[in-house]
């Protein structure tokens, strides 16, 4: 299992954006980082991740999917995100 970074962008302010959200959900378990940046924990390829998440969006909409090594730094987040994310990511050699 690989933990991904899964950032989003929708051209429309007013875009209502939980289709993209339940896309994401559905890969696994993750953490919401911040609005529109999710991490998951999956076995798909980032390709995979970005089409899944595609599926939900409109063609001037922005996602980047990219792999999340350690170590990370972080700050703000609730206790339940900090856990997460020590939780799942690949230990730091």
């Not at 378990?29 to 969006?57: C, H």
Request: glycine share 6%.
């Amino acid at each position: 299992m690989k933990v991904l970074l899964v950032t989003f962008e929708l051209a429309d302010a007013g875009q209502n954006y939980v289709d993209v959200v339940r896309k994401i959900q559905s890969l696994g378990g993750y953490a919401r980082v911040n609005l529109f940046t999710y991490m998951v924990a999956t076995e798909l390829t980032p390709v995979q991740v970005r089409d899944t998440v595609k599926a939900a969006l409109r063609p001037s909409d922005k996602v980047f999917v990219g792999t999340c090594p350690p170590p990370a730094a972080w700050e703000g987040e609730p206790d339940e995100v900090s856990k997460w994310i020590l939780e799942n990511q690949p230990k730091y050699m």
